[in-house]
């Protein structure tokens, strides 16, 4: 059995708990957060320790990786020292809200071999998988066309929105890695536009959007259309299509069951999608602990790693710089490790 | 271009002669009705002749193919005509209601070449044929199973359900032909039960039922299940299921466009069927005049013969003997030809 | 939490072992197994106790709840015992594969109010149920016709075969039972024949059908087609098809996930349907767990009875005696309790 | 019967001479094409004078509308010469592939209220225009985003490609078009990048893009992407969806019929799409007809008029103006009317 820390005992948190409880190689062993009512609370839940500290967590010789879920502006901190203390890390998305300081981390910990997974659930999605699967084996020949639609089901809180850094590094970087994941080259051109349609006032009480529409192409021509919502009020929707030269493949949205109703005005028609991430991606949650097992105990890559959450931020960037300068921007233009 | 002249005015006579106006290989010539002034309606719509008596069609060396769509208890005695005079037949459904009349018929017109073509749509559906064509292609392996779903959207009138021959002979009828269309060897054993379901007052009335199910095999031991209702409050629905050793073939229900709809109660809603069999079987309707047009010029028997009219009404006679006797009956008990 | 022991440490057994331990209220406690070694390996899997014997098992009073998934034969003595014990019980399906037997045991627990569920997992299926829950709601108005289509993905071994009681009492019971379920009436009629098509050779050697069709009928007039096979290629196919005055109902197929494949030869291509029960059902099994921790804790009777085991076993009977004698059987005729 | 001139006998024009010959409620009646041979096979087929110029034409007092088909660079032409004439026009899109020229039509033609209609069939087809109509009546709300797919199924020959004038003109113009029907306000900004993927040997040959993304905005903020490929493999794929801040509406691809395919690699395999635009959109094509008579009849104007034709080259214009200096264009740059 595996033994693994948490560190961030939120919503997300402690629906990590709960896949680490129920996975059939991993055990729960220590878990921390800043606010230590949060902690104990998860703790008594599953019977398991809770640490003073964190360092109590990366000293500890019985724990063999941490799954960090704490607030964004902690991430790197933890990232560098679980990377110190040799523990393999399974860090939330984003690094953090902060190209410059993720950069920083990326300098700190140069050269390690330790794993560091960051959780791009959709990487591990069933559907989204085989769609790549599919694409790699030549099912599709040479691909074309990408196109992500990510709706979510409702706009957060304000709360919430002050703090996440805005839709592209918040919401859009999960598709900027999903885009990167598919295109299997990378992005050197963006194109960003966004406004608020969703709440027009939330809107402008924050100067945020809830809106956008992205395209993004590679160097040999690869074309990639992404379209978020916030407010997709018949559920959260997550489609990739994948148009090559030889076919087309769809990964589309889930459903709870396969009940179809039929009536006088209408037919075929399915109950409401899955609510949200949770329950949507809950096999893409598993998955990822799976994938984490894999890579501490046979000390394997991370299908999504540290590169790969910079290189989405770096994505977002451009989007920000595309939406500002109302122009195509290339990608180089703010990547400057 | 193929001339050819129609007997029978009334709704069904009328599809057809727009069908033959359109069809790019033939000219409605002439039209016959026992009411003259339904006859002079549909003349006028194509600047066609009214016939003063069918004789003056049957004489007419200028007509090329005759379909019949008037009342059922006329068609024997019209194919009859036909054959003598040497003309192609398209006749509607059934033959006749009495299987001794058929017979008869039939001994009447033994040994002709004479194209006899019976209006068994569903055999021209491109869903349901190309069904069958896979199936013959070994796609599915060895037939095993066939389910049929045959359901109407609305209660016929009373009138037209006390000349109508009850529930096997008028509408089921379609469904055996589709199965032995679909079994590929005959159905030599049938159980059926049936009741007053969508309406059960006028099923008190008539003594008619409106629900039935039916089982059938063949002497490989074949399966075949057909469901009826005259009531489908959702839309007419028609569905053809083979399952074989290696898989499954299902020809499903056709919609007017393919709009979906998407809400917070539910998603893919697609708009109801297309409503009954002029709807939906419009295609087919159609690929039976070019079946008739193809069995003139090329002197070929048709899809849907004679022979296959008589059989299907004598599994809707086996399917009575069924219900009224509760018991498996072998079709032989009522095949006296 | 709610500890619960397991008897019977087979294929089946292993499966209800791993939802005991991952379900959120539940303890896997003590397991038993004729071989000792079955329990042993499951009891090390997780940590738990081996029983001597049954009766340590009934005896313990940290037990709160008995999973019986052994062998056909021993269910209704173990019921009898659990009973006697006051432990409430989730048996899986078939009671016994003699209706005398079961209704031995029926008098024997008469007037208890200690639980007993039978597994009949298509009950708690999240489609079936829904669909269900919508025709109680009046969604479909009354219901006239149900079609349940229940096709295995392959024929047994033989030995599973030799002892499974036939494909009406081993495979059609559950479809019985959900007709049961669905049609919310006793069915008093029942019509049913079956012969080997998926394996005519093993068919022949043990006098075995694979195929099936039945038709149920209930004192008000409602109908029920099942059919069966044992050798669907194509895949594990489970529908449920509500057909009512108002409208239609159909929980379909469940998809491993919504991946579709678009080439030049065919579209919208989705993967195979989940290969068995296990798979299939897995949320159902899961929802029996729920059910039966519910009936501990609540003191409520099963959503699937003791009765309802003895029902689905009489229709069996029934469907057998239909099947000899080739007619439509009264289910009062097979019911001497 | 409303009396149809048709000028154009090549590919699109036969089409229509054959829609033309079996609408009930029109008339061929006479024919022109530059290439006497073409115009002469039609006039065979249906039996029809040829006119020995345009002039006869539009001079003849039995004809009530004139259908042009002919070459692009004629239509500017034919469409001044019907109004002057006073002859209700159907004109095949685009106008003309010079803004230029189309804008001194404009003008030639301004105040006209003889009917002119441009070919944008997608305007008629069931599925589009039923999306439409349910978004108007509110369905789903506020319109936020629409997204349209449009992919032919093969890269046209080189002769077509160097008279089509580009493929924003040639083939997004469609697009365009459905953008502003269904945005049902004008896009004002636009941001387009093309290049060639399907056949980059003919892309290099004639400075010709095969795939293309464009994202419009409206004034309001409304977002439209839509998405080209000269060559989908697996058919002509043609997708509206409509998200609102209700709901969703999708019209999808249509498929000849609803036969689907169940193996053992994969299930509910359908038959691929319609191959091209004749057959995806016959029933638009005839409904466009329907729309011209309407027209004529009832002096209405056309849901596609004039202007449509010449806002939809604009953003043509404008999506050329954005790819060559890669930022997001103001429609009133390139609109200089």
């Known amino acids: 059995m595996v033994n693994i820390a948490l560190i961030g005992c939120g919503r997300i948190g402690q629906m990590h708990a709960a896949n680490i409880a129920k996975h059939q190689l991993t055990n729960l062993t220590m878990v921390f957060d800043a606010d230590e009512e949060s902690a104990r609370k998860v703790a008594q839940l599953y019977g398991v320790k809770v ?43 984003p690094i953090d809200l902060d190209l410059g300081r993720v950069n920083q981390c990326a300098k700190q910990i140069s050269g390690t071999s330790i794993p560091i997974q960051i959780g791009f659930n959709r990487r591990y999605d069933p559907g989204h998988r085989g769609a790549r699967k599919a694409m790699l084996e030549g099912e599709i020949g040479d691909l074309h066309q990408v196109i992500i639609t990510s709706r979510d089901p409702e706009i957060p809180s304000k709360t919430y929105l002050e703090g996440a850094g805005g839709l592209f590094r918040d919401m859009t970087i999960h598709d900027f890695d999903l885009a990167r994941f598919m295109l299997g080259e990378e992005p050197t051109e963006v194109f960003a536009l966004a406004n608020a349609l969703g709440d027009p006032k ?4 924050l100067e945020e959007v809830d809106s956008a529409m992205c395209i993004l192409r590679t160097a040999s021509g690869k074309q990639c259309h ?10 959260y929707d997550q489609r990739v299509e994948l148009m090559g030269s030889n076919g087309m493949l769809i990964s589309g949205n889930r459903k709870p069951h396969e009940l179809k109703r039929y009536g006088s005005t209408g037919v075929e028609t399915s109950a409401p999608y899955q609510f949200f991430f949770v329950e949507r991606y809950s096999e893409a949650f598993m998955a990822e602990i799976d994938g984490f097992v894999d890579c501490i105990l046979n000390e394997k890559q991370p299908l999504s790693t540290f590169e790969d959450g910079r290189k989405a931020l770096i994505l977002a960037e451009a989007a920000y710089l595309s939406m500002h300068e109302r122009r195509l921007v290339e990608v180089s233009e703010v990547d400057e490790y």
């Open 51 to 93: 640490g003073k500290t964190s360092a109590e967590i990366f000293d500890s010789e019985n724990i063999d990786g941490v799954l960090i879920a704490s607030a964004t502006s902690t991430h790197a901190d933890f990232i560098e020292k679980a990377v110190f203390a040799g523990k393999p890390v399974l860090c939330e998305k």
């Open 202 to 205: 939330l809107g402008a009480e």
């Open 226 to 235: 992404i379209n978020n919502s916030r407010k997709a009020l018949y559920g």
